[in-house]
C-alpha cells in the first residue's frame, strides 16, 4: 500500500513537472515578441525623430512616448503590486500559524 502512494506521488509530481516545462515554452515566445514589439516602436520612433519634425510634430511624438512609458510603469506596478500582496499573504498567514502553534505546544506544559 504504502508503495502504491509513492508511486502516485511520483507520478503527479512528475506529471507537475513536464506542464511546467511546457508551460514555460509559451511565456518565452510570449517576452520574445514583446521584445521585438518593443524594438520595431523603437526604430518607427527613431525613424520618425530623424525627419526634423516641426513643432506640432514634436508635441504628438512625445505624447506617445509619454503615454508608452505611463502604460509600461501600471503594467510593472500591477505585476509587483500582485508579488508584494501575495508575499505580505504569506507572512501574515505564517505569522498566525506559528503563534497558533506556540501556543498549542504551550498547553501541553501546563498540565
Not at 24 to 49: I, M, P, T
Amino acid at each position: 500500500m504504502g508503495s502504491l502512494i509513492c508511486g502516485s506521488l511520483l507520478l503527479m509530481f512528475l506529471l507537475a513537472l513536464v506542464g511546467v516545462h511546457f508551460a514555460g515554452r509559451d511565456v518565452y515566445s510570449f517576452q520574445r515578441l514583446q521584445a521585438h514589439l518593443a524594438s520595431a516602436q523603437e526604430s518607427q520612433w527613431k525613424q520618425k525623430v530623424k525627419n526634423n519634425p516641426d513643432l506640432d510634430d514634436q508635441r504628438k511624438l512625445y505624447r506617445e512616448e509619454v503615454t508608452t512609458a505611463i502604460k509600461q510603469y501600471q503594467a510593472d506596478s500591477r505585476k509587483y503590486r500582485a508579488i508584494h500582496d501575495g508575499l505580505q499573504t504569506l507572512i501574515m498567514i505564517d505569522s498566525d500559524s506559528t503563534t497558533t502553534i506556540a501556543a498549542l505546544d504551550t498547553a501541553k506544559k501546563l498540565t
